[in-house]
């Protein structure tokens, strides 16, 4: 739809453009030129009155040029009432008083059979002598409205089936769960070491389906606007600390060191379930493409912020993929990645979570090894749900 709008409304700023330089030249040239448009085109005076309609607006509302010249536009073209609710009359008043505020609006419309459509109008107010007119030009955009309005049944009802399937996934993961740790655990008889690696393989497939599965329905809930954040006094030390023993067995079985660097900083607000998901996530993802060396989680001072970071010594980022970091799916294309494997959800969720929490100020990764991002320290911080900020 943002194509079309910024073409149609390109044409009408020129469509106006000439129409008023003509007008202040001569009427009868100004009427000419506006007859021949293939725009809508009519003027209404201070009592919302059609004073002037071209040719081509007649025709979409099915009027003869009389049946509407000195008729209110409420009830003849603009419905009282969009299907939406909007009150269209209190709008047309204030497009009257002021048409700087409506320069560009779309609205419902009617036609004389009856039927609904919606233009994107330009309005300029204009004057002829003591009197002042409104100038309107539409264009319609009916077809790419339904349009918009079946995409966003579409996407609803692929939110619906996303969340019912990922609920409906978790049930039977629980209960295999459950099962393989209670044969892990012997209640079936001692296992061999064949046999006990092979559940340890099953805990870790089971581990990672839980994880797509959270994955999936965290992002529909990003995307649903549905995603609901926990704002509370945390301390980020604590933070840190409970996600390196949370994460250590993953890096240790990599033979990798993971290390907490966490600096004085003071008692911050955020969502500390989420900002623990972000830095496991993120600390995944270092694990996934790190073969050797260490991954870091440092924290410190900077400026009114504090800083959070997450290095590692693994295969970095080219610059031209950072683009596409944050786009749903997205995986790098090279041999790391594609050996790593993964949802490709990962990155997108940070985003998500960046984007639904109105956090302000972006920052870009500074290297290929390095991600970061801000928290306002309690001096800076402004009003309003403001948490972290994911670079």
């Not at 009197?131 to 609803?156: N, Q």
């Not at 694990?287 to 989680?297: E, M, N, P, W």
């Not at 402004?382 to 670079?391: A, E, K, L, R, Y």
């Amino acid at each position: 739809m943002e194509h079309g709008l910024i073409l149609t409304l390109l044409s009408a700023i020129l469509v106006i453009a000439v129409l008023l330089r003509f007008q202040l030249k001569s009427e009868e040239k100004f009427r000419e030129i506006v007859q021949l448009s293939n725009s809508i085109v009519l003027i209404m005076d201070q009592l919302g009155k059609v004073t002037f309609i071209n040719p081509f607006a007649c025709e979409f509302f099915g009027f003869r040029e009389n049946e509407i010249l000195g008729q209110s536009v409420i009830g003849t073209i603009v419905p009282p009432t969009e299907t939406t609710g909007k009150d269209l009359e209190n709008m047309i008043r204030e497009i009257i008083e002021s048409s700087e505020a409506y320069k560009i609006n779309m609205n419902e419309n009617m036609k004389k059979s009856g039927e609904r459509a919606w233009i994107v109008w330009t309005n300029k107010a204009v004057s002829s002598g003591r009197k002042r007119h409104i100038l309107c030009i539409g264009a319609d955009m009916t077809k790419v409205k339904e349009a918009e309005d079946r995409l966003k049944e579409l996407v609803e009802m692929k939110s619906r089936f996303v969340s019912m399937a990922s609920h409906e996934l978790r049930a039977p993961l629980a209960a295999l769960k459950s099962n393989v740790e209670l044969l892990s655990a012997g209640a079936m008889g001692s296992l061999t070491t064949e046999q006990q690696y092979w559940m340890d393989k099953m805990k870790s497939y089971l581990a990672r389906l839980k994880k797509i599965a959270d994955d999936i329905l965290t992002v529909e809930k990003l995307d649903s606007g549905k995603m609901v954040f926990e704002m509370h006094e945390n301390d980020l030390a604590d933070t840190i600390g409970e996600v390196v023993t949370m994460m250590k067995d993953s890096t240790d079985e990599k033979k990798i060191a993971l290390v907490a660097q966490p600096g004085p900083t003071p008692k911050l607000v955020f969502d500390r379930d989420r900002i623990t998901q972000v830095l496991i996530n993120l600390v995944n993802n270092a694990t996934k493409f790190t073969d050797q060396g260490s991954i870091t989680i440092l924290s410190r001072l900077d400026g009114g912020f504090v800083r959070v970071e997450v290095t590692d010594t693994g295969c970095g980022m080219p610059a031209e993929e950072m683009p596409r970091l944050f786009g749903k799916f997205e995986q790098l294309k090279n041999a790391h990645e594609r050996k790593a494997g993964g949802t490709g959800l990962g990155a997108f969720d940070r985003q998500g979570h960046r984007r639904t929490s109105r956090r302000l100020d972006r920052s870009p990764f500074e290297t290929e090894r390095r991600v970061h991002f801000l928290f306002y320290t309690p001096d800076e911080r402004p009003s309003g749900p403001v948490g972290c900020h994911i670079g």
